[in-house]
């Protein structure tokens, strides 16, 4: 996953639909299929974590290293009908590689803390709130900056970026807490969840270096 688009690849999307028009059934089969697309990643993510390239694995396994980061290349929900061949040439925020990724990553880590945080006698309390709060403001600004590489506007999804890694740091460090160390449940849940956690911090860090690498491009002149 070492070639992220940080294009994005939504410009003039939306002019080149044509005459596309759908009602609410069709978004919501679409966004149905988006959502799978999460969950497809995640399986082969899960089916990796113990490689150390397991972001890149998943990159491969989506097809996203061969023809572009935001195309679905899935043709496994295509219909016969207009709509759903129209649904292939549809782009929007949630076939973005790295929103799948995000997404994918951090539904793991809230889903399993989730569970285990119910039980006051697994986590303290405390704990529990503070690390759901952090995770969900590092997904928040995450996912905004994503918005913002989508309109092209890298100096803004730099910042944005920086603001999810402050979330995550948050994350990191609660779970550095020797409250937290105390319980065996949560160490456990640790030990799984740290490597998902610096595995978000690489795929940001790649897309804001690649941010920067396109903001120290020389602007061109129009006239030339």
Known sequence: MSNYDSDGGSENQWDDRGELAWNEFDWERYLRGQEESIRRYL????????????????AEKMDWGTSGWTEDEDGDNAGDDEAALDENDVYT??????????????????????KLALDAAKVPQPLAVALLASLHRGEEQAVAAIHALDFGDYAMAVSLFKRALTGLNASLAILNEEALLRHRHAVAWRDDAL???FDLREVWLRVISECRDELSRPV?????
């Open 220 to 224: 061109e002149d129009d006239d030339e």
């Open 43 to 58: 399986s082969h993510y899960e089916a990796a974590k113990n490689r150390p390239d397991r972001i890149d694995y998943g």
């Open 93 to 114: 925020l949630h076939k973005n590689p790295i929103y799948i990724a995000t997404k994918a990553i951090y539904a793991s880590l809230l889903h399993s803390w989730h």
């Open 195 to 197: 490597p998902r956690l």
